[in-house]
């Protein structure tokens, strides 16, 4: 047989595993260029406290999670019951920024559901997330000494997500 | 009748004042060109399939007015997009810039078509070699005029 033949069937199967790899991909994950970047300065009011303000630079000689939500969204609430889990166990200090949302809402939500924060900026008008490049909430940053961001999950963190990238990454970042 | 017709005609009205609560009249018309311009080239991470212009997800409205905003402090449109894509990456871009990830993007195709012509060059010429002229037999000549007698 004519090898020749076996190239427009070799070029299809080829054709056939990039578009099966492509319909595993999540489109909505966009690589961030904000990794290995220094974290967007911020100094927003806090929830809790509107008198007190809570900023990025404050964080700086900790390793710690930059995490966004509102009460508007659905899979934050999915995502909540494992970060008061996640809290509790010490690990990694976890802040908030509980965006475009209403200040009321946002504490009935810690009352009812629990709150993991160490603190939480109250981002009303939306512009910290916007630098930050959030676009589908709840996004989580872990963020090292020095103020890098060195890791960004987009949506909700899973025991996955948890166990095998933030916690390792977490250690070696605090060695 | 003369009722219904001035019921509708309100309903009307009201559905324009609805409308119209998106525009903004106030606007400056030439940063709402450029916005307009600026915007439908850009992509709604929320709702990928569409552009900023045209996406009523919140976020889409909040980029609009930065935008705006921007636009209104005298920044160009080129330091508006550096903004964009330092905060979301080249993918809010609909027209990628061409750099070495993007290569394969803007070259792949010109490289397939000059490949894919190379290959019908060499296949149009190996057939035309096969290709030999030879004279009929006697026989041949005699079976095709009794054919074409028919």
């Known amino acids: 047989m004519n090898k020749l033949l076996l190239v427009p069937l070799a ?3 080829a054709l056939v595993v990039f578009l099966f790899v492509g319909l595993g991909r999540d489109p909505h994950e966009v690589p961030s260029p904000l990794i290995n970047k220094t974290a967007p300065a911020f100094q927003l009011p806090q929830l809790k406290e509107p008198a007190k303000t809570f900023s990025a630079q404050e964080m700086r000689g900790k390793v710690w999670l930059l995490n ?11 995502e909540h019951p494992l970060l008061v889990e996640y809290a509790r166990t010490g690990l990694i200090p976890i802040y908030g920024v509980d965006y475009k949302d209403d200040r009321s809402a946002g504490l009935q939500w810690l009352a ?18 916007i630098d930050y490049g959030v676009y589908g909430a709840p996004e989580t940053f872990l963020i090292d000494k020095h103020g890098v961001i060195r890791f960004k999950q987009i949506g909700p963190i899973t025991r996955d997500v948890w166990e095998k990238k933030i916690v390792p990454l977490a250690r070696e970042l605090n060695k | 009748m003369k009722r219904i017709g001035l019921s509708i005609l309100a309903l009307l009205c009201l559905a ?10 106030n606007e400056d018309p030439q940063i709402e060109a450029r916005m307009k311009n600026l915007t ?35 920044k160009s449109d080129q330091e508006i ?6 905060r979301y990456g080249d993918f809010v871009l609909y027209n990628p810039p061409v750099k070495a990830t993007t290569y394969l993007l803007w070259f792949g195709p010109f490289v397939l078509l000059v490949a894919g012509a190379a290959v019908l ?7 035309r070699e096969l290709i030999e002229e030879r004279p009929l037999t006697a026989e041949e000549r005699s079976r095709a005029e009794k054919l074409l007698e028919m």
């Open chain 1, 11 to 13: 070029l299809f199967i």
């Open chain 1, 68 to 78: 966004f939500w509102g009460t508007w969204c659905i899979a934050c609430r999915e």
């Open chain 1, 112 to 129: 009812e559901f629990g709150d993991p924060y160490a603190a939480i900026a109250f981002d009303v008008d939306g512009r910290t997330s």
């Open chain 2, 16 to 25: 324009f004042v609805l409308i119209a609560k998106d525009a903004q009249p």
């Open chain 2, 40 to 74: 439908q080239q850009l992509r709604c991470l929320v709702c990928q399939n569409e552009t900023l212009a045209e996406s009523h997800a919140d976020l889409a409205e909040d980029l609009r007015r930065e935008i705006r905003e921007q636009m209104k402090a005298g």
């Open chain 2, 81 to 86: 997009l550096s903004f964009l894509t330092q």
């Open chain 2, 121 to 127: 060059y060499r296949y149009l010429k190996r057939r």
